[in-house]
């Protein structure tokens, strides 16, 4: 069972850690994007932080729509919408709600990631967030489904986003910015999808 604590402590665990990565995930976006993902993801989640304190009495749903609606209103570039529904998706299955079951959190995750896909127009291998969120999202499905525990799934769920974030650097940008650049987007690891795992790696730290 995931309390809302521990969903607070992930928001919070994320900040930090994008915080820390600042520079490494906008190094990551100079060389096939705009030179922006760390800067605006900060600045965002720095927004999400002084947001967040009004809200740690309300449901699990309000929550997740606050920092939703916050990316949206404060994150340029592709990474605003994109996370902004990654969170607005998933506080919807988490409405009204103090706790989440394992399957109820595999359902906020697939959520977001099929919000993300909708929004980005994105599918596996186009060198995305993606490649990181769906396999990460499948491997947690599975794992539930062989009767292992809510923290088993995560590992594998953030093993599995890290072997997905990994498996873009050869890959040629179908979407976004990097896709302008074509073959040579090849050989550099694409930054939502680090971004993406370190939400996931930031989500299993809180759990457990």
């Given at each position: 069972?995931?309390?809302?604590?521990q969903?607070?402590?992930?928001?919070?665990?994320?900040?930090?850690?994008?915080?820390?990565?600042?520079?490494?995930?906008?190094?990551?976006?100079?060389?096939?994007?705009?030179a922006?993902?760390?800067?605006?993801?900060?600045?965002?989640?720095?927004?999400?932080?002084?947001?967040?304190?009004?809200?740690?009495?309300?449901?699990?749903?309000?929550?997740?729509k606050t920092?939703s609606?916050?990316?949206?209103?404060t994150?340029?570039?592709?990474?605003?919408?994109?996370?902004?529904?990654?969170?607005?998706?998933?506080?919807?299955?988490?409405?009204?709600k103090?706790e989440?079951?394992?399957?109820?959190?595999?359902?906020?995750?697939?959520?977001?990631?099929?919000?993300?896909?909708?929004?980005?127009?994105?599918?596996?291998?186009?060198k995305?967030?993606?490649?990181?969120?769906?396999p990460?999202?499948?491997?947690?499905?599975?794992?539930?489904?062989?009767?292992?525990?809510?923290?088993?799934?995560?590992q594998?769920?953030v093993?599995?986003?890290?072997e997905?974030?990994?498996?873009?650097?050869?890959?040629?940008?179908?979407?976004?910015?990097?896709?302008?650049l074509?073959?040579?987007s090849?050989?550099?690891?694409d930054?939502?999808?680090?971004?993406s795992?370190?939400?996931?790696?930031?989500l299993?730290?809180s759990?457990?």
């Amino acid at each position: 069972m995931l309390e809302k604590k521990q969903i607070i402590d992930w928001i919070d665990n994320f900040t930090a850690v994008i915080a820390e990565k600042k520079d490494y995930l906008t190094e990551l976006d100079a060389a096939i994007g705009d030179a922006d993902h760390g800067i605006n993801m900060n600045r965002g989640f720095q927004k999400v932080s002084e947001k967040l304190p009004t809200v740690i009495d309300r449901d699990i749903g309000t929550i997740l729509k606050t920092v939703s609606m916050t990316l949206i209103s404060t994150v340029g570039g592709a990474s605003g919408p994109l996370y902004g529904t990654f969170f607005l998706k998933a506080s919807a299955v988490a409405a009204q709600k103090e706790e989440l079951t394992p399957e109820e959190l595999v359902q906020l995750l697939q959520a977001g990631l099929e919000g993300v896909m909708y929004r980005g127009k994105a599918q596996l291998e186009d060198k995305t967030m993606i490649d990181a969120l769906s396999p990460a999202v499948d491997a947690f499905k599975q794992s539930l489904a062989n009767n292992n525990s809510e923290l088993e799934g995560l590992q594998k769920a953030v093993d599995a986003a890290e072997e997905g974030m990994k498996k873009t650097i050869p890959l040629i940008a179908r979407k976004g910015r990097a896709s302008y650049l074509g073959e040579r987007s090849m050989g550099h690891q694409d930054p939502g999808a680090t971004s993406s795992y370190l939400m996931l790696k930031t989500l299993l730290e809180s759990v457990r």
